[in-house]
């Protein structure tokens, strides 16, 4: 840049442009957000490296710099200078002779120290807590100064004796230190060891090394011994390996931290925290002694750290700093797209200046946050590079506060100034350092000042060193006292502070703070006070509440105890979420069996069994054991009998504790012995433990549920079974929503929103009301916070934090919040002197809990949940509330239950014996296992435990106490799991407060905050303005219900100077409230509207916001600081609750306004309103703070702690994401850490990693995921025996009567066969029985009796498939499927065998002539190659050639010899076509025949079946079709086949010439067994049931004289077959829907391939007419299922021209030739059929009903209709008809007539005098020259207005036709 010279700018226009850009910045309030309330990282495996003289670097910290310092995430591997002499030991604390050196192990033996020697003590990085024992030389130890140690070293073993080790390497490797650097005597050589007076050997002075100071000030000795450092002890003590399942990540206190912290902390941490770079001890293990009042330095810092020395537990070195240096240095996958060569990462002196912009602007009571520091790194990379990255862009991102990068890169030598000048304005609070030399001079100079009490005022201390060219070293000490303890205490993992909890405890150093309390009371001890007041009242206090309460007015039950009306216990009952939440599920669980993933076949099992696993909690387990034995699953599922014991359902439910394994062993065995039992293992409250099991391995013996959860429900057993599908069941799912996650997002299931676009989805009687609802209620306006802050409990916690530096705050806490409770009790109790010292919250909840008793005839009471998560804390609370509680004389007015995960509820006696009133439970043995038993119970439950675990609470919870959650809090999941402890039901028949609306009550855990949004669509919410920016909507200030400007609570005294506003003594016989403050309530009414006063008291009224009753308000002058105290009114909607002032300034309301209430229970109003929640400030401002974009900030923070971000360059979490959304950003920008159970996931080779069987339910917590899964196993078990079973088709037979009663009989009932001698002698029986032609023309024959009744009414066409009636029969192992079976033996079959690569299949054109078409027929197969060996190609060429046939003489059992045919439309899912488990195995050849344009359809669903493809031209054509070229191309098959096998010596008659042709809806079939007394006699029984197709085949294959038969065919089945239809064997009919055809002897008989309807029948009288023997086996039938798509279905007959997608009536289609009429998109055969059937009665109205005389209808069958008969009649020479010579014919209908009809023919037939002809002919010349030919206009009149056509377009080639009438 031209500097004259470093550090000074060249030109002033620069400087003061800078400035100016500096200045302006900081008075900006979006230079950058706000702090997000979030977390940190450490990482794992930073090694420590020290700065040795200045500006030498040894070569293992050059080493380590290369190497990043960063990536080692394994242990590190051991430093060796030769492998190891086999069979030595390498056990840590042991020498290599297997001698321990362990101090505290060899402490009292004696030792042979040579002259010249002394012992020390070495410390190992493996055992941190031991000291090993080693003899050295003390020529080669340093004097007392730390100089004068010869270089080198001398030293022997005091374990084995081994002497004369040279090197310390050697030494180190002898004594197994175990280390990854270079081994050092300085760093490893301690202390020495000295002996006391009992001659114990112990722990000395710190050995002084040289160097060990900060060389660059040589500081004299004296300065190290100081007070800051009592004793030295060198950083590099610190073990080098992490401890798996730590949670260092917590590292940063959250914006607008409150007065106090709840993190967990290392005592004594009121002090600055240095936060270091990559160079720098652990801080996971930290001693715990030693410990000063002074202050606790924490670093964070940039580049070489220098060894600290002194005592390091003072001083907490973290990298945290310099991770997120390196984070925000690397630029993301996401931006690599815009090329990393043009955009350069942004530059670490930028990072250090916006670091410092950042501290400036922090309030004193913020905490600094890493992820706002990473937001502000992206923020300014991205505004830097916008130019670059909007070429790559075509969006532009959104603006970005302009960052300083922009005026000119920020070069080392301008840093310090620039820093210096950014913290210049911020009154001290962030002190610039500047140092030449190196870090060490700036962390001496920072210690100086700290000494010198020259840092009070500030926070942040930014040491910069300049001087290495290449790059600068930095680091900032955190000094304020604040930030330093929440940042150190938030670096404890929760093991490490329950441990340091309880190490206060134990060793009594919380008695100083006992002993403090004691000093505040005037009177003297509290207890003294106590013990005062429980000598003077004994004997005046009632003992018994109940007995004092029934003398109210109260409803008494017959035996005159008192009853509540309020108190009821809700009946199991499911609603409409969770039933909607279960079909979900259930979809979700039938898309896995419907991919084509073969992952889970639903098809192959029978039942549903299942476990749900839960966390060690016995009130959970308990809980759950409830649900399941009410929910009546396991009598659904078949699991149980009616009378099932609890042991049996405890079967079922599996606490995951050091039992679990066996269980669950069980479970693993039970699903591998039932292959056909779907197991469904649910894993509810998924998001706790999800350590890994390598953990579990690496540290088994400390505890053995560690990775529990990893090791059962991802072992291989469960991952690969199967018949095992594992379902996820979690209010916070985040940590399973990963990049490396199991479960795939598509398995993901999301609780549905309860309302879209303000309409109720689902019609519920109660609310959910959760963490969105709560934040909801915080809104400026709302009339009843529900979310609260206790400012002075919180300003008595930041006092007594500074008046006990060495506590936890945690332990601060409890003892503050406990001394609360116990003065409010005894203030309530008649010491009202002791409001003094408690708060107001706390005297509020304590004066409800003990008067809401009194309210109700029979003493319910509310539930206090007191929420304390260390349990030995808990422990002490309730040992002390208990304690107070018996010297006040309470035991029996309300109860203290300590809740812990370990034990069960434990209650008193007096009070489960009103349990027992109250729930009418007859037994005595009856104890409360759960706490929703608990309903009514006045209590105060001490809830304990670092997690909830899933317990619900009764709907009598009114107070959440939470103002004790530790600052683990500080990651979404455990902060929303808390909050989660209040989430409520509301009953939604009474109005709520605005709070409660219905527009805000979106229960969906979908939208993360959906406050602004619907406030600003309501016009109720103050100005536009207001509306228009979410940021401006001021909170209600009655959060805090004493706020600021009310009190002095904050006056910095321990107490809260409480005593000045307070009332005298509340009066005890009303229902007195406790003092509330009124904050100016905004309220969003008319402008005008004044304010009022705010209540925020116990149970909460329900308030109407519009009602009269709210005009005559009193201006509210309460800001002076006057409480007013609360008075009980009715919580009906017109009133609102009164607040008059306290005694000096009551205020008279209105008459008439408010109104006294009697006593009502508190249930009424816990029904109606959700617990008030109180939170620690600091979690508070995290939870009610939003955004820029009106995200709460608690949405922001990592979700969980066992995962990380993936980058810092990431996006912000949207706010309208929903759920699904959620989950996708998880999944792309975390990660797991090493400990998580995902984090290998990835490395286990399939490239997605998601488990095909697993599912993960999400849902608010409290809102009925319990009942929604085990609905679910409800429907889920009935779709499975729904899937096992299918609708077929049964109807009685039609037209019985009619058949007439002839003396033919096939006589021989026994006859496996037909004889074909007796069968000739059959007559045909041309009446049609099949049920589907109910509606068809009956057809006459000579035998039919003549007087029959006429047919009912025809069926409107719609009804004719609603009607038909079926039955439900359950599968056989015989049946045939759809394309939704997926089973093992299937898979070969279907085509998904690896053998077979799917769609591996070719492509065969076949033609052949056919003379009537008059032109060649082209049709196409499709053959996959694993059935290319049932045709003949041609060798050369593959041309196909023909389809082999077997020879009649066959009689292999293996394959059936007819080939099938199957026609279909419109049906590729649902055809069954899967005829493996039909044919019993049996090899078979079938072939689809399927239309062009639907062939690669049913080539996708069914890869290895044979296609025959129609040509284009039958698109449109109707089954005619298609069975006309089955049968012809069989023939020509037949043909081809009888020439190729001539040429091997096989006569042409030996081929066989039958196929099938089956119906595509056949599904299974049957034989019926009949057992006769004789041979003709009429007595006989039978019995039906399912054989495979394979048996039936085979047996009519095996028929003797089978030739002679040109048609076979079966029953159709029916549960209502009688036994005179199964009595003969064989019938002599039509036959429909599977038959098997000889197209040899049926060669000139032919299908009409125009016909859509009835051409089954058709071709049966054209094949009996040509003499040919049709036969019907009687004991064998076949069951169609229904079908509800495709078939015949598929046609639809629409208006050709318009878009009106009305239905066309059949009378629309036939018009008059030439007309106007519209013309319809039909083929015209399939209009003509529709409409004879519908309409025929026009054009034949003689014959309507008129069976004696039927209308002739020649060589054609169409259906007329039910109410008109025909009589068929064949034209061909020498076919058999029935003798028409006595009959006078109706009508005459001539069809498409060819040459055979004559004129000599028609004139055989007589006809009534006006009988119809119908003439229809393919077009109007051909209708001319048949009328012509036949010489029709002799017998017959014509008018030219009785000529008609089809409704098509001449394009389409409507059918013509002629009416005439018989003169």
């Given amino acids: 840049m031209g500097n004259s010279y470093a550090g000074q700018l060249k030109t002033t226009r620069f400087e003061e442009v800078l400035h100016n850009s500096i200045e302006a910045s900081l008075r900006s309030n979006n230079l950058v957000p706000r702090p997000i309330f979030s977390q940190l990282y450490l990482e794992a495996e930073q090694q420590l490296a020290a700065l040795e003289g200045g500006s030498r670097v040894d070569n293992e910290e050059e080493e380590e710099e290369g190497e990043g310092g960063l990536e080692t995430n394994g242990p590190p591997n051991p430093f060796q200078l030769h492998p190891l002499p086999e069979g030595c030991c390498t056990t840590d604390g042991f020498c290599q002779a297997g001698k321990d050196l362990r101090l505290v192990s060899i402490s009292n033996e004696p030792m042979d120290v040579p002259a010249g020697f002394l012992l020390v003590g070495a410390k190992s990085p493996s055992l941190p807590d031991h000291l090993l024992v080693c003899a050295v030389d003390k020529r080669f130890l340093p004097d007392d100064n730390g100089h004068n140690a010869l270089l080198g070293f001398s030293g022997n073993c005091v374990g084995c004796g081994k002497k004369g080790f040279c090197y310390f390497t050697e030494f180190s490797n002898h004594i197994n230190l175990k280390l990854t650097t270079q081994p050092k005597k300085q760093k490893h050589l301690k202390y020495y060891l000295v002996r006391n007076a009992q001659g114990t050997l112990t722990k000395g002075p710190l050995i002084c090394w040289k160097g060990s100071e900060f060389r660059s000030r040589q500081i004299p000795a004296s300065t190290c011994s100081s007070s800051l450092f009592p004793a030295l002890e060198s950083a590099a003590a610190f073990p080098s390996e992490p401890v798996p399942g730590t949670n260092p990540s917590i590292l940063m206190g959250a914006q607008q931290a409150g007065p106090a912290s709840d993190h967990p902390s290392l005592n004594a941490a009121m002090g600055p925290a240095v936060f270091n770079g990559k160079d720098s001890p652990k801080c996971q293990q930290l001693a715990k002694n030693n410990l000063l009042a002074l202050p606790r330095p924490s670093a964070l810092g940039h580049g070489n750290f220098p060894y600290l020395c002194g005592n390091l537990n003072d001083v907490v070195v973290s990298p945290l700093l310099y991770t997120c240096y390196q984070n925000s240095q690397s630029v993301s996958r996401a931006y690599e797209q815009y090329g990393t060569s043009a955009i350069q990462p942004i530059s670490e002196e930028m990072q250090l200046l916006l670091t410092v912009y950042y501290l400036v602007q922090l309030a004193a009571d913020q905490v600094p946050l890493m992820e706002d520091l990473e937001q502000i790194f992206l923020r300014s990379w991205r505004e830097s590079h916008l130019t ?584 979404r999941t455990a902060l929303e799991q808390e909050l989660g402890l209040a989430a409520y039901f509301v009953s939604n028949e009474v109005p709520l407060e605005k709070g409660a609306r219905n527009e805000a009550l979106e229960s969906d855990a979908e939208k993360l905050s959906s406050t602004d949004n619907e406030d600003e669509e309501l016009g109720t919410e103050g100005s536009t303005s207001e509306k228009r920016s979410p940021m401006k909507r001021e909170r209600s200030r009655s959060h805090d219900s004493a706020s600021s400007s009310l009190s002095s609570k904050a006056s910095g005294s321990a107490l809260g100077g409480e005593s000045s506003a307070q009332p005298t003594a509340l009066p005890q016989g009303e229902h007195a409230r406790s003092p509330q403050p009124c904050g100016p309530a905004e309220e969003g009414g008319a402008p005008g509207e004044k304010q009022r006063p705010r209540a925020s008291q116990g149970p909460p009224l329900a308030i109407s916001r519009h009602s009269p009753g709210l005009t005559p308000q009193p201006d509210c002058g309460l800001r002076t600081g006057q409480r007013s105290v609360q008075v009980s009114v009715t919580s009906s909607c017109s009133q609102l609750s009164s607040s008059s002032g306290s005694s000096s300034s009551s205020v008279a309301p209105a008459a008439g306004t408010w109104v006294l209430q009697a006593s009502q229970c508190s249930l009424t109003k816990a029904c109606r309103q959700p617990p008030i929640v109180f939170l620690p400030k600091l979690v508070y401002d995290m939870v009610v703070s939003t955004d820029s974009s009106g995200l709460p900030k608690a949405a922001s923070l990592l979700p969980s702690p066992s995962v990380m971000w993936a980058s810092s360059f990431r996006p912000l979490l949207s706010k309208t994401m929903t759920s699904t959304e959620q989950s996708l950003y998880y999944r792309q920008w975390t990660v797991p850490r090493p400990s998580h159970m995902d984090y290998g996931n990835r490395a286990e080779g399939r490239v997605d990693g998601f488990h095909p069987r697993r599912l993960l339910l999400s849902g608010p917590p409290q809102i009925g995921k319990t009942g929604a899964y085990l609905q679910f196993l409800s429907v889920l078990s009935r779709m499975l025996v729904r899937l096992t079973e299918v609708d077929v088709y049964d ?116 033609a052949f002539s056919y003379s009537m078409l008059g032109e060649e027929i082209q049709l196409h197969f499709i053959i996959p190659k694993s059935k290319e060996h049932h045709f003949v190609f041609s060798q050369p060429g593959g041309q196909l050639e023909s389809m082999r046939l077997p020879l009649v003489t066959d009689k292999s059992h293996e394959y059936i010899k007819s080939p099938t045919f199957t026609p279909t439309t419109g049906r590729h899912e649902h055809g069954l076509f899967n005829l493996y488990h039909a044919m019993d195995g049996a090899s078979h050849l079938h072939v689809l025949v399927v239309k062009e344009y639907e062939m690669a359809i049913y080539k996708k669903y069914w890869p290895n079946h044979i296609m025959l493809v129609l040509p284009s031209i039958f698109n449109s054509a109707g089954v005619g079709a298609a069975h006309f070229l089955i049968k012809e191309l069989s023939y020509h098959n037949l043909e081809l086949e009888r020439n190729r096998q001539e040429e091997l010596g096989i006569k042409p008659q030996d081929i066989w010439p039958f196929i099938v042709i089956s119906d595509d809806s056949c599904v299974m079939w049957n034989v019926v067994d009949v057992n006769s007394a004789g041979e003709r006699s009429r007595e006989f029984s039978w019995s039906e049931r399912n054989v495979s197709l394979k048996h039936i085949m085979q047996h009519i294959e095996a028929a003797p004289n089978i030739m002679h038969y040109a048609l076979l065919g079966l029953r159709k089945w029916s549960s209502k077959t009688r036994a005179g239809e199964v009595r003969e064997p064989f019938s002599r009919c039509h036959v429909h829907n599977f038959i098997i055809l000889n197209v040899d002897l049926t060669q000139n008989v032919q299908y009409n391939q125009n016909r859509f309807l009835c051409d089954d029948v058709d071709f049966n009288l054209r094949v009996h007419s040509a003499g040919l023997l049709l036969c019907r086996f009687n004991r064998f039938s076949v069951m169609k299922k229904q079908i509800v798509v495709g078939g015949h279905r598929s046609f639809h007959i629409t208006s050709k021209v318009s878009d009106n997608s009305a239905a066309v009536v059949p009378a629309q289609y036939i018009c008059a030739p030439d007309s106007k009429h519209t013309f319809l998109a039909a083929p015209a055969q399939l209009l003509l059929e529709k409409f004879l059937q519908h309409h025929s009665h026009l054009f034949f109205p003689l014959s309507l009903k008129n069976r004696d005389h039927p209308v002739l209808s020649v060589d054609c069958y169409l259906n007329l209709g039910s109410q008109i008969s025909v009589c068929y009649v064949s034209s061909r020479p020498h076919s058999l008809n029935i003798s028409c010579s006595d009959l006078l014919f109706s009508g005459l209908l001539l069809y498409l007539c060819d040459s055979f009809v004559g004129a000599s023919f028609l004139k055989k037939f007589h006809f009534l005098k006006g009988a119809t002809l119908c003439v229809i002919c393919q077009d109007r010349s051909s209708l001319r020259q048949t009328v012509v030919r036949l010489e029709l206009e002799d017998e017959w009149q014509f008018r030219l207005r009785d000529e008609f056509q089809t409704a098509n377009a001449r394009e389409d080639r409507p059918l013509f036709f002629l009416t005439g009438r018989h003169i």
Avoid at 560 to 577: A, D, M, Q
Avoid at 1295 to 1321: G, T
Avoid at 1378 to 1404: A, D, I, K, V, W
Wanted: proline share 6%.
């Fill in 388 to 971: 670059e990255i909007r070429q790559y862009q075509q969006a532009p991102p959104q603006p970005f506060p302009p960052a300083p990068s922009a005026a000119a890169p920020v070069t080392s030598a301008q840093l310090p100034w620039l820093a210096s000048l950014a913290a210049s304005s911020c009154n001290d609070s962030v002190h610039v350092i500047e140092c030449a030399y190196s870090l060490a001079e700036g962390l001496s100079e920072m210690f100086r000042l700290l000494v010198e009490g020259k840092l009070a005022k500030t926070n942040y201390v930014v040491i910069i060193c300049a001087c290495r060219s290449a790059a600068i070293d930095s680091c900032i000490a955190v000094t304020g006292k604040y930030q330093a303890r929440i940042l150190s205490e938030s670096l404890l993992t929760p093991a490490e502070y329950q441990k340091e909890v309880n190490y206060e405890l134990v060793t009594g150093k919380v008695d100083s703070l006992g002993a403090f309390f004691s000093t505040l009371c005037p009177e003297g001890d509290i207890d003294i006070l106590l013990d005062k007041f429980h000598q003077e009242n004994q004997g005046h206090i009632s003992s018994s509440l109940t007995a004092s309460s029934v003398t109210k007015a109260a409803s008494l039950d017959v035996s005159g105890t008192p009853v509540c009306t309020s108190y009821h216990l809700e009946p199991h009952s499911i609603r409409p979420f969770q039933l909607a939440v279960a079909q979900k599920l259930l979809s979700h669980v039938c898309s896995i069996a419907d991919s084509s993933t073969q992952n889970l076949d639903l098809g192959s099992f029978e039942k549903v069994d299942f476990l749900i696993c839960i966390p060690p909690s016995e009130v959970t387990y308990q809980q759950t054991l409830f649900h399941v034995w009410h929910s009546g699953v396991l009598l659904e599922l078949g699991l149980e009998k009616e009378h099932m014991t609890k042991q049996r359902v405890e079967q079922y439910v599996l606490k995951l504790d050091a039992e679990a394994q066996t269980k669950f062993k069980a479970f693993l065995q039970n699903s591998f012995q039932n292959p056909h039992t779907l197991f469904v293992l649910i894993h509810d409250h998924a998001h706790w433990d999800l350590v890994s099991s390598t953990v579990h391995n690496l540290y088994s013996q400390s505890d053995p549920s560690v990775g529990l959860v990893d090791r059962l429900l991802n072992c291989r057993e469960v991952k690969e079974a199967p018949n095992i599908v594992t379902l996820h069941v979690t209010s916070f799912p985040y940590a399973l929503q990963t990049q490396h996650t199991l479960i795939s997002p598509y398995n993901e299931i999301h609780w549905p929103a309860s309302c879209s676009n303000g309409v109720d989805l689902y019609h519920e009687n109660k609310k959910y009301f959760g963490l969105s609802e709560f934040i909801e209620s915080t809104l400026s306006g709302h009339s009843l916070p529900l979310l609260r802050y206790d400012s002075s409990f919180e300003a008595m916690v930041t006092a007594l934090g500074k008046r006990f530096p060495r506590l936890h705050s945690a332990v601060i806490r409890t003892f503050v919040l406990v001394q609360h409770y116990a003065a409010a009790l005894m203030a309530v109790s008649g010491l009202p002197q002791m409001k003094n010292y408690t708060s107001v919250e706390t005297l509020e909840i304590t004066q409800n809990l003990l008067n809401s008793p009194k309210q109700c005839p029979c003493g319910h009471g509310l539930m206090v949940l007191l929420r304390v998560p260390c349990s030995p804390l808990a422990a002490v609370a309730y040992e002390r509330l208990a304690h107070v509680r018996a010297r006040l004389a309470l035991e029996e007015h309300f109860e203290i239950i300590l809740g812990s995960p370990s034990s069960g509820v434990t209650v008193g006696k007096h009070f489960v014996k009103q349990l027992r009133m109250w729930q009418k439970i007859e037994d005595v043995e009856w104890r409360p296992q759960t706490y929703l038993e608990l309903e009514g119970l006045p209590c105060i439950l001490i809830f304990s435990g670092m997690d909830p675990h899933g317990e619900s609470l009764p709907r009598s919870l009114r107070y959440c106490d939470l103002r004790l959650i530790n600052s683990s809090c500080l990651v």
């Fill in 1291 to 1406: 109807e009685e037979e039609i037209n019985i009567n009619l058949r007439e009663e002839s003396d033919w009989h096939y006589l021989q009932l026994s006859d496996p066969w037909p004889d074909l001698e007796l069968f000739k002698k059959l007559p045909f029986d041309y009446i049609i029985h099949d049920p589907k032609y109910e509606d068809a023309s009956l057809i006459c024959s000579h035998y039919q009796s003549i007087k029959s009744e006429d047919r009912g009414m025809s069926r409107k066409p719609e009804d004719l498939y609603v009607r038909r009636q079926t039955a439900r029969m359950r599968l056989s192992k015989y049946a045939a499927y759809n394309t939704y079976h997926h089973c093992e033996q299937c898979h070969q079959y279907m085509g998904f065998h690896p053998r077979y690569q799917l769609y591996e299949s070719t492509l065969h054109a076949f």
